[in-house]
T-cell receptor, first 112, second 118 residues
Framework: QKEVEQNSGPLSVPEGAIASLNCTYS??????FFWYRQYSGKSPELIMS????GDKEDGRFTAQLNKASQYVSLLIRDSQPSDSATYLC????????????FGIGTKLQVIP | GAVVSQHPSWVICKSGTSVKIECRSL??????MFWYRQFPKQSLMLMAT?????????EQGVEKDKFLINHASLTLSTLTVTSAHPEDSSFYIC??????????????FGPGTRLTVL
């Protein structure tokens, strides 16, 4: 079982719709969870961090964490073509200090 | 805030030569920096964790004598690819960590360096 799992996609949504990106992780002791966006040929850019159960909203982005289910998600409201990118889920595993483990990433395509 | 720079952004070199990549945190001090490598259509692979003033911790399978890491200050880490070969061609990305409390360390990435070895 991979430590951080994501569906590689592509996930296609029409412009203006809600995009839902999901991630599961295997280590129950994980404490920190991150979503990064990576455009093709570029380095990852931090979108959201979440540390406790529940929802965290920042503009059009909402991160959701459920530690009991070992599940973290990212919702993008009013999706725009500029949101088309690969979204990486990253988890700090227990005992790993600052080291994070990345999922393979989900490719999102927002169709105009 | 939380800006990380990398230099050079791209480099082409001949097989057998060494290449040095610099990673700087511009507006914060980072006690820990990380070096990643990413091949096309693959996810980020952590190569090593670099702490200021101490030896880097390399991930399994990464040759420490080939990928030399120096973290001389709280704002600068360097990666030197020694005796580069075509299979070392990749996208090398550094990150620097900021902590806002226990268990909240957040990594910010540099723009990456694309290395092509001929």
């Amino acid at each position: 079982q991979k430590e951080v799992e994501q569906n590689s996609g592509p996930l296609s949504v029409p412009e203006g719709a809600i995009a839902s990106l999901n991630c599961t992780y295997s280590d129950r002791g994980s404490q920190s969870f991150f979503w990064y966006r990576q455009y093709s040929g570029k380095s990852p850019e931090l979108i959201m961090s979440i540390y406790s159960n529940g929802d965290k909203e920042d503009g059009r982005f909402t991160a959701q964490l459920n530690k009991a289910s070992q599940y973290v998600s990212l919702l993008i409201r009013d999706s725009q073509p500029s949101d088309s990118a690969t979204y990486l889920c990253a988890v700090t595993l227990s005992g790993g200090y600052q080291k994070v483990t990345f999922g393979i990433g989900t490719k999102l395509q927002v169709i105009p | 805030g939380a800006v990380v720079s990398q230099h050079p952004s791209w480099v082409i070199c001949k097989s057998g030569t060494s290449v040095k990549i610099e990673c700087r945190s511009l507006d914060f001090q980072a006690t820990t920096m990380f070096w990643y490598r990413q091949f096309p259509k693959q996810s980020l692979m952590l190569m090593a964790t670099s702490n200021e003033g101490s030896k880097a911790t390399y991930e399994q399978g990464v040759e420490k004598d080939k990928f030399l890491i120096n973290h001389a200050s709280l704002t600068l880490s360097t990666l030197t690819v020694t005796s580069a070969h075509p299979e070392d061609s990749s996208f090398y990305i550094c990150s620097a960590a900021i902590s806002s409390g226990p268990g909240t360390d957040t990594q910010y990435f540099g723009p990456g360096t694309r290395l092509t070895v001929l």
